[in-house]
T-cell receptor, first 120, second 112 residues
Framework: AQTVTQSQPEMSVQEAETVTLSCTYD???????LFWYKQPPSRQMILVIR??????QNATENRFSVNFQKAAKSFSLKISDSQLGDTAMYFC?????????????????FGKGTKLSVKP | NAGVTQTPKFQVLKTGQSMTLQCAQD?????MSWYRQDPGMGLRLIHY???????DQGEVPNGYNVSRSTTEDFPLRLLSAAPSQTSVYFC???????????FGPGTRLTVL
């Protein structure tokens, strides 16, 4: 069974500094997709970044980038120049491509989340 | 586009009552799903649908029913609410399963 593990329940960072959130996953599939979602206090789930496993290049979105290590099954999120608005829960999520064909199309498996606080 | 909408935003039920959480999307997405979020547990899949007329169970389906008569709507029914169903419920949709999933604003449900 696929699992997603976020080993840091809480983290804090000073404004303007860089922070890295960890995520590891376990799967026997070769093709899959990984996501980082942000959940601010408003409760809304917002996609931060997406990575396809077949792409070797790490995905980036402005101040957000990932370090995708397929062999190690690691998918960390780096936030540069942290801002107060980055304060939120961050969830790592996985969906396997084979799960699509097995009928469980798109069933995201989430980690338990990391609560990030950005301090002024 | 309104995206994914959910009603109500908050609800308090007594044990044994029934209710339906509504979910609708206007993006013509085939895939829709329901998750529940509990403290320290992340989001867990309750039920999902890959198209109108097709539904299946997720990780935690007990106590919940779903149906999908149209592409747009995917209601979640609690037949006999229990305190263990106190949670925040999210509906999500995507064009295909491995695309970005768009989430609704959530419903906070309390069962007394």
């Amino acid at each position: 069974a696929q699992t997603v593990t976020q080993s840091q329940p809480e983290m804090s960072v000073q404004e303007a500094e860089t922070v890295t959130l960890s995520c590891t996953y376990d799967t026997s599939e070769n093709n899959y997709y990984l996501f980082w979602y942000k959940q601010p206090p408003s409760r809304q789930m917002i996609l931060v970044i997406r990575q396809e496993a077949y792409k070797q290049q790490n995905a980036t979105e402005n101040r957000f980038s990932v370090n995708f290590q397929k062999a190690a099954k690691s998918f960390s999120l780096k936030i540069s120049d942290s801002q107060l608005g980055d304060t939120a829960m961050y969830f790592c999520a996985f969906v396997g491509e084979e799960m699509n064909y097995g009928g469980s199309q798109g069933n995201l498996i989430f980690g338990k989340g990391t609560k990030l606080s950005v301090k002024p | 586009n309104a995206g994914v909408t959910q009603t109500p935003k908050f609800q308090v039920l007594k044990t044994g009552q029934s209710m339906t959480l509504q979910c609708a999307q206007d993006m013509n997405h085939e895939y829709m799903s329901w998750y529940r979020q509990d403290p320290g547990m992340g989001l867990r899949l309750i039920h999902y649908s890959v198209g109108a007329g097709i539904t299946d169970q997720g990780e935690v389906p007990n106590g919940y029913n779903v149906s999908r008569s149209t592409t747009e709507d995917f209601p979640l029914r609690l037949l006999s609410a229990a305190p263990s169903q106190t949670s925040v419920y999210f509906c999500a949709s995507s064009l295909h399963g491995y695309n970005e999933q768009f989430f609704g604003p959530g419903t906070r449900l309390t069962v007394l």
